[in-house]
């Protein structure tokens, strides 16, 4: 699984709220950590079903 976030994002921080492990905040924009996302992928999942500007793009 690939997980990116698009310029899109506002830093609302949802995503980091739902899977701390993968999301982190910097800067007021949500930045991915991939070597956490095996094992996290729903919480991934979830993370860019709740963001509320769409901005979390996943691909198998």
């Not at 905040?25 to 500007?53: K, L, M, Q, R």
């Amino acid at each position: 699984m690939r997980v990116s976030i698009s310029s899109k994002c506002v830093g609302c921080g949802v995503c980091s709220a739902i899977n701390p492990e993968v999301f982190e905040i910097s800067i007021n924009f949500a930045v991915v950590n991939p070597f956490y996302i095996t094992g996290n992928e729903e919480s991934c999942i979830d993370a860019a079903i709740e963001c509320p500007v769409k901005a979390i793009d996943i691909r198998e």
